[in-house]
């Protein structure tokens, strides 16, 4: 079931109209994605699709965080993602959602109706490309998630997902996490106490520091990369 607070765009026009298939093949400046999409404001805590639901839009997320989920038989929950502004998600290649996604935060998404992107793409040879390029990008963070809860300690866990939301942080060495500490455990495949005491131990470590739960400094970058195993 999808749950939005409402529904806005920049005009009566959200998605393509009868001829904007032509008006996007001669817009040679901006980004055609612009012309397809619905803005949807989202709550905090809200479900924008749920996993099982029928795939009928692709969406990107413009402001706030929000994370792909799905409780496995036992009851315990894999998070998926933590998507940011600028992140696509819910593009899938069956029919249905394998992941429920959910607003962290108060936040906006721009949704695009899979059949008429499709359309459009396939007469606008830049639109397709775009798309190509956004496929792509889903497939090398998956490698990317394959390696992080497969190869690595707790340890080495914890330090990549730092420098991965220090790389997206606008405050230089600082990090404000919209995500609670269950939160990253279900991301990581740890149990929250083995998060708490890896954050404990990099404080005593002297490689971060917590002013509070969701704020951490990094005092020593060139430890934390050590300790990520990626060298």
């Known amino acids: 079931m999808q749950i939005y607070v ?19 093949a001669q817009d040679r400046e901006g980004d055609a994605l612009e012309m397809l999409g619905t803005v949807v404001p989202v709550r905090a805590g809200a479900e924008i699709y749920g996993e099982g639901d029928t795939a009928t839009a692709w969406y990107r997320v413009q402001c706030g965080v929000l994370r792909t989920c799905k409780l496995l038989p ?10 940011f502004p600028g992140d696509f998600f819910g593009l899938e290649n069956r029919g249905e959602h394998s992941f429920a996604a959910e607003a962290i935060t108060a936040a906006t998404v721009v949704r695009y109706s899979r059949p008429r992107l499709t359309a459009a793409a ?6 397709a490309a775009r798309l190509l390029d956004v496929t792509l990008e889903q497939l090398g963070k ?68 917590l002013p509070s739960a969701q704020h951490v400094v990094i005092l020593d970058r060139d430890a934390l990369e050590e300790m990520s195993g990626d060298e």
């Open 6 to 24: 409402a529904a806005t765009s920049p005009d009566s026009s959200s998605f393509l109209a009868r001829g904007a298939s032509d008006r996007i």
């Open 74 to 83: 036992d009851g315990r929950r894999q998070i998926e993602d933590f998507l």
């Open 122 to 127: 396939a007469s606008n040879s830049r639109l």
């Open 142 to 209: 998956v490698h990317d998630r394959l390696l992080l809860l497969g190869r690595k300690t707790a340890e080495e866990k914890l330090t990549t997902f730092l420098l991965e939301m220090l790389d997206r942080s606008p405050d230089g060495d600082a990090i404000d996490l919209a995500m609670s500490r269950t939160d990253i455990a279900d991301y990581l495949g740890l149990t929250i106490e083995t998060v708490s005491r890896t954050f404990s131990m990099m404080k005593h470590e002297g490689v971060i520091a």
